[in-house]
Nanobody, 129 residues
Framework: QVQLAESGGGLVQAGDSLRLSCAVS?????????MGWLRQVPGKEREFVAA????????NYAESVKGRFTISRDKTKKTLYLQMDSLKSEDTAVYYC?????????????????????WGQGTQVTVSS
């Protein structure tokens, strides 16, 4: 079973950068999964931010973060990252790391929070304007 643990959230000012990390455990390899970052604000559903396959290849981003956020992973460290630059107040949310079956990822289902099987506990990001 895949286990995920996020870290790196905090309080920053608009325009600042922040890097979130997600430690992935529960197996020797995670090539059978797509990995995503999603975020949630109170009263709203979890929103897709970025995704990639653990194997590697193309990255996918929500329009609202394209050009500002970068998803990556380090296979050796078994860690998924989200580099967030030029942060805006509307980026304030709890950020979650999540995993979904690779087949679902290739079908484009990574944009839907309901398709993810495994979740971290979330990390709060607050951007003050």
């Amino acid at each position: 079973q895949v286990q995920l643990a996020e870290s790196g959230g905090g309080l920053v000012q608009a325009g600042d950068s922040l890097r979130l990390s997600c430690a992935v455990s529960g197996g020797d390899t995670f090539n059978a999964y797509g990995m995503g970052w999603l975020r949630q604000v109170p009263g709203k559903e979890r929103e897709f931010v970025a995704a990639m396959s653990w194997i590697g290849g193309s990255m996918n981003y929500a329009e609202s973060v394209k050009g500002r956020f970068t998803i990556s992973r380090d296979k050796t460290k078994k860690t998924l990252y989200l580099q967030m630059d030029s942060l805006k107040s509307e980026d304030t949310a709890v950020y979650y790391c999540a995993a979904l079956a690779l087949a679902k990822y290739y079908r484009g289902s990574y944009t839907s929070h309901s398709e993810y099987e495994y979740w971290g506990q979330g990390t709060q990001v607050t951007v003050s304007s």
